[in-house]
């Protein structure tokens, strides 16, 4: 492979963290070829495979306490959510080594037929993924497509890649050569080469609408299979009998979660006109309390955003809502010391429906409050926009609640909750929010090919 590197920096403190390599497109077929001759063994023992698995999360959690610290270097979050990052991970990879599911299903019988429908893996799977969960939604891939039989290149972010290098090197203790290997790159030269190259038969990719679009039209000349989980602008909508104090410990806890940036996050929140000044005082008492510092420093609870392009798109989206009559009534500012790209829980109210802050994925430490009047119209305006990713519903009224979520066209609609997902329970998006789903048996099937078996005597 290309020996040259580029540096990968703390975004807390700015200081270097360590190397990655800068791959080119050769060094991708280089992998393609090597995942080729690894294919056949791997693909053939389902029994093997589900023992590497589980062999892997065992040195997952043997390891966990170096990954979290490198996780949390290389990404700014709390070393305790990195940690949790690395936990969901060997999880993940326990459950799919677990899952009960049918290689080859016989149909009915006909006449003088018999019909077998098998399920066989897609093939060499190129995996990308974005810098706000480096692993967790990696191994969300890596996990199904390994159980399924595929081999798999995975691409991180180029400003997350040390954590994942580390990943793929300590499964690759469990792992036969050439079934998992990783390309990273600054640039997007290695995506491209992944999403153009015949020998990758599917692309499984998280991260923005608009690279989504355009890795899903790289793809399409040699019609590969694609997942894509997209962006997001999370509702919260809430009723006018909920209670306010937990109903702010609950929107906080999601939307200010690494800073706020999570793509299943709450970005927005609904709250009846009546009731929204007791809401906001709520969530800004409940917001002022983080603390935010160094991810591995004790005492952290927020660590800073992702990048300055990050942070100033933020800052820019708070900035025009104010202009334009909103109010800040919490955060704003860095809230620490440290020379990295922090900003502080802010809280902006009178906020209103048609604001670059509402509409956009703003993916920070910024929360608008719009108030409404009308339940059913705020629902309708909702549905009309082009994220579905995720919502919630808060209120008591259980019935009531379901009433509500039933009517919100998203992949998933929380009750008194917001960002929980389960391993066994599809996850994804409606409409720019993504293609297919991960996690449980709907993940699995993103990994397997269909075919039949249609015989008959011969005589």
């Not at 590497?52 to 979050?77: F, N, V, W």
């Not at 389960?422 to 099937?445: C, M, N, Q, T, Y």
């Amino acid at each position: 492979m290309t020996a040259d590197h580029y540096q990968v920096l703390d975004p807390a403190t700015l200081e270097l963290v360590g190397y990655a390599p800068e791959n080119t497109g050769d060094d991708v077929e280089q992998a393609v070829a090597s995942a080729r001759r690894a294919t056949p063994r791997w693909s053939a023992d389902r029994e093997a495979r589900r023992a590497a698995l589980r062999a892997g999360a065992a040195l997952i959690r043997r390891d966990l306490d170096s990954l979290a610290t490198l996780l949390s270097r290389e990404q700014g979050k709390p070393k305790a959510e990195a940690a949790g990052e690395f936990t969901v991970a060997a999880g993940l990879f326990e459950y799919y080594a677990d899952l009960a599911w049918d290689e080859t299903e016989p149909l009915a019988p006909r006449a003088d037929r018999t019909l077998e429908v098998q399920y066989r893996p897609v093939g060499i799977v190129g995996t990308i993924t974005p810098w706000n969960f480096p692993i967790s939604l990696l191994s969300v891939k890596l996990a199904p497509a390994l159980v399924a039989g595929c081999t798999v290149i995975a691409k991180p972010s180029p400003s997350t890649p040390l954590s994942t290098i580390a990943l793929v090197n300590l499964l690759n203790e469990a792992l036969p050569a050439g079934v998992l290997q990783v390309r990273t790159s600054s640039r997007r030269t290695v995506n491209v080469a992944l999403s153009t190259s015949p020998g990758i038969r599917k692309i499984s990719f998280t991260g923005s609408t608009e690279v989504g679009i355009s890795m899903a039209q790289q793809a399409a000349p040699t019609v590969k299979r694609v997942t894509m989980e997209l962006g997001g602008n999370d509702p919260a909508i809430v009723l006018d009998d909920a209670d306010m104090a937990v109903t702010a410990r609950g929107i906080v806890g999601s939307a200010f979660r690494n800073a706020g940036q999570v793509c299943m996050a709450v970005k927005r929140v609904y709250v009846p006109r009546s009731r929204s000044r007791e809401l906001a005082e709520a969530i800004a008492a409940e917001a002022s309390r983080h603390v935010l510092g160094h991810g591995i420093a004790d005492g952290t609870t927020m660590g800073p955003m992702h990048n300055e392009s990050q942070l100033k798109l933020v800052h820019g989206l708070v900035d025009s809502a104010v202009g334009s009559g909103a109010r800040i009534i919490a955060g704003g500012s860095a809230g620490c010391d440290l020379p990295g790209y922090f900003l502080s829980p802010t809280v902006v109210v009178d906020a209103e429906p048609g604001m670059d802050l509402v509409e956009q994925e703003q993916f920070g430490a910024a929360l608008p409050i719009v108030a409404y009047d009308n339940l059913q119209q705020t629902i309708a305006s909702l549905n009309a926009g082009e994220f579905g990713l995720g919502a919630s519903v808060w209120s008591p009224d259980q019935e009531r609640a379901h009433a509500t979520a039933s009517q919100i066209e998203a992949g998933t609609v929380w009750i008194n909750q917001h960002t929980l997902v389960e391993p066994d329970a599809p996850f994804g998006g409606w409409k720019a929010s993504g293609v297919g789903r991960e996690r449980g048996r709907w993940g699995l099937e993103e990994y397997l090919e269909t075919r039949v078996i249609n015989a008959r005597p011969h005589s």
